[in-house]
């Protein structure tokens, strides 16, 4: 069973570029083709929020028209470029954007996995946070979920990443504290997946694993400097690949957009290793 997942799509209305630079709708086509390529293809793709840039209803229009390639079900979170309402107003055929009440949150099972969908937006904020009520039906749904694998995923990372301006924009350091307690009892969440800081990171998070993917468009730039300035670059576009299996778990690939010369193989039709 195999769980796409791509995160930071930030589209602009269109024809307009992301930072005067970056044409981020051409970049959603290029990853979309290039999911609909996959042999064998993903059972589903989750996007893990910042959809779009000003979450304004024109962008969720172009957003869906864009979408409408993929050939793949997919799933939407939102982050804090994004905005409930007209998120909802755009795709109204998607029950699972309303059924969480006040937030955009829902589970959803793909294949064998339970994915509990987190909404950690905070209006006019760039931070994010799980209030009580979030933490509650976070805490009922991973209950419900005891006997089954589980992804937790939510747009914010829950966890320090060493790159400051990001580390000021996290999940918010209470909410993450009683997120990790709530997940640390339920040794059945294989994995917590995020979006936000526009790199792949993997990290230790309330016994399991936290990890964050790059963008289909532009990422953060890799700088830990303790003054290192917001800044972003144009280094290889990404997405996520979560495959599962029982025996062993979720084994993340992440896989690149772009072409790429190859594949060349490494033996000989005989079978001899080429020298």
Known sequence: MILAQISDLHIKNPGALAYRRVDTAAALTRCTARLNALDPRPDAVLMTGDLVDQGTPEQYRHLKSLLAGLEIPYYLLVGNHDERAALRAAFPERPELSSGGEFVQYTVDIGPLRVIALDSLQPGESAGQLCDARLAWLAAQLDAARERPVVVALHHPPFMCGIGHMDDLRLDPAAAS??????????????????????????????????????????????????????????????????????????????????????????????????
């Open 178 to 275: 009683q997120m990790a307690a709530l997940v640390a009892r339920y040794p059945n969440v294989e994995r917590v997946i995020c979006g936000h800081v526009h790199r792949p990171m993997f990290v230790r998070f309330g016994g399991t694993i936290a990890s964050a993917v790059p963008s289909p468009a532009h990422q953060v730039a890799l700088d830990l400097r303790d003054d290192a300035p917001s800044a972003f670059m144009m280094e290889p576009p990404a997405f996520a690949l979560h495959h599962y299996d029982a025996a062993t778990g979720i084994v993340t690939h992440h896989a690149y957009i772009d072409d790429a010369d190859g594949p060349y193989p490494f033996y000989e039709p005989e079978g001899v290793l080429i020298d």
